[in-house]
């Protein structure tokens, strides 16, 4: 029987980060992998990078080979060139190159996107399904899926035009003001939200309030075990703070070249509907009425494919990484 020391050692070597590079078409992509198993691919959507995914892939490490990256001109995946209008199935073609590299002997993979990489999840089993096994799409926001295409579509037009002309923090009042409740675009409730969508917003709050939680201030005693515990929590806040910092740096990046065409996007729905047997939609329990949610279950019924429901709202993976990470687990070996 392993001792304890044996068990947690293997316990940190699956969740351990094994980091690498992979040349795409106009783009160098830093990828991250933790675990061993199948291959399950963690696709961040907003301004997010990787580091969204850092509690909820050492959850699934055990059962996966857990892959996370930064998006195309994000963080640390470099454009060849200057920045211009993203598109889905560019995106689509950087995951599929990715499976292809980490695939253990080329098995489909499970793959997750929340919110604008769910779009691009979508993209990716409409255009080569037999790379994947699982797609598990979180609340796509696929304006033209909406009662009222248009009325969405000028709500994130508004949104890049307030950036392109003021800035980040403009954009992100714009967006707060045009899907909060009362403007009903599309015809449903729709929370107010930040330029970057709500996966930003749950991960810049620290920063804005000056960074992260200021370390506990010294009692003057306690033992050795707690002093490290105290010191392992400070160097976690630090991390947590620059992870944030480097996530906030690409809005200008989402806010002018993603949003709208991404949002904008109008998925290949009898490709959709040929592979729905491995499709999943994921909706938020509380998040039921707003527009992402929406979008999603008008998908699911347009290409016949299964629903779930997940915990939280549109940013349930950050809310509780924990139970939303229990909840994909089970929706992954359903």
Same mark, same amino acid.
């Given at each position: 029987?392993?001792?304890?020391?044996?068990?947690?050692?293997?316990?940190?070597?699956?969740?351990?980060?094994?980091?690498?590079?992979?040349?795409?078409?106009?783009?160098?992509?830093?990828?991250?992998?933790?675990?061993?198993?199948?291959?399950?691919?963690?696709?961040?959507?907003?301004?997010?990078?990787?580091?969204?995914?850092?509690?909820?892939?050492?959850?699934?490490?055990?059962?996966?080979?857990?892959?996370?990256?930064?998006?195309?001109?994000?963080?640390?995946?470099?454009?060849?060139?200057?920045?211009?209008?993203?598109?889905?199935?560019?995106?689509?073609?950087?995951?599929?190159?990715?499976?292809?590299?980490?695939?253990?002997?080329?098995?489909?993979?499970?793959?997750?996107?929340?919110?604008?990489?769910?779009?691009?999840?979508?993209?990716?089993?409409?255009?080569?399904?037999?790379?994947?096994?699982?797609?598990?799409?979180?609340?796509?926001?696929?304006?033209?899926?909406?009662?009222?295409?248009?009325?969405?579509?000028?709500?994130?037009?508004?949104?890049?035009?307030?950036?392109?002309?003021?800035?980040?923090?403009?954009?992100?009042?714009?967006?707060? @003001?045009?899907?909060? !409740? *009362?403007?009903?675009? %599309? $015809?449903?409730?729709? +929370? =107010?939200?930040?330029? /970057?969508?709500? #996966?930003?917003?749950?991960?810049?709050?620290?920063?804005?309030?000056?960074? @992260?939680?200021?370390? !506990? *201030?010294?009692?003057? %005693? $306690?033992?050795?075990? +707690? =002093?490290?515990?105290? /010191?392992?929590? #400070?160097?976690?806040?630090?991390?947590?703070?620059?992870?944030?910092?480097?996530?906030?740096?690409?809005?200008?990046?989402?806010?002018?070249?993603?949003?709208?065409?991404?949002?904008?996007? /109008?998925?290949?729905?009898?490709?959709?509907?040929?592979?729905?047997?491995?499709?999943?939609?994921?909706?938020?329990?509380?998040?039921?009425?707003?527009?992402?949610?929406?979008?999603?279950?008008?998908?699911?019924?347009?290409?016949?494919?299964?629903?779930?429901?997940?915990?939280?709202?549109?940013?349930?993976?950050?809310?509780?990484?924990?139970?939303?990470?229990?909840?994909?687990?089970?929706?992954?070996?359903?």
């Amino acid at each position: 029987m392993p001792t304890t020391d044996a068990t947690t050692a293997a316990a940190t070597a699956a969740t351990a980060v094994r980091t690498g590079r992979l040349e795409a078409p106009g783009a160098t992509l830093h990828y991250e992998v933790r675990g061993r198993g199948p291959l399950l691919v963690m696709m961040p959507g907003g301004s997010a990078d990787a580091g969204i995914y850092d509690t909820l892939a050492a959850e699934l490490a055990d059962r996966w080979t857990v892959a996370a990256f930064d998006p195309r001109g994000y963080s640390r995946s470099t454009l060849h060139g200057p920045a211009g209008e993203q598109l889905p199935g560019a995106h689509s073609e950087d995951i599929a190159r990715l499976i292809e590299l980490l695939s253990p002997g080329g098995a489909p993979a499970a793959v997750f996107g929340s919110s604008s990489s769910a779009i691009v999840a979508l993209e990716l089993l409409s255009r080569r399904p037999g790379l994947v096994g699982r797609v598990v799409a979180h609340e796509p926001p696929l304006v033209e899926l909406l009662p009222d295409p248009a009325a969405g579509r000028a709500v994130f037009a508004a949104v890049r035009e307030s950036f392109l002309r003021d800035g980040v923090e403009a954009a992100m009042a714009t967006m707060a @003001a045009g899907l909060a !409740p *009362e403007g009903g675009a %599309g $015809g449903g409730r729709y +929370e =107010a939200a930040t330029g /970057a969508d709500e #996966e930003s917003r749950a991960a810049t709050g620290p920063v804005e309030d000056g960074g @992260a939680t200021a370390p !506990p *201030e010294e009692s003057g %005693g $306690g033992s050795e075990a +707690e =002093a490290k515990g105290k /010191a392992g929590a #400070e160097v976690d806040a630090v991390a947590e703070a620059a992870t944030v910092r480097r996530m906030m740096a690409n809005l200008p990046v989402f806010l002018e070249h993603v949003l709208c065409s991404f949002s904008g996007h /109008a998925p290949d729905l009898d490709a959709l509907r040929a592979a729905a047997p491995k499709l999943v939609v994921g909706v938020g329990r509380d998040s039921r009425a707003l527009l992402p949610a929406v979008a999603a279950e008008r998908l699911a019924q347009r290409v016949g494919s299964a629903t779930a429901e997940f915990p939280g709202g549109h940013v349930g993976l950050t809310e509780d990484p924990v139970a939303f990470g229990a909840r994909l687990r089970e929706v992954l070996l359903g």
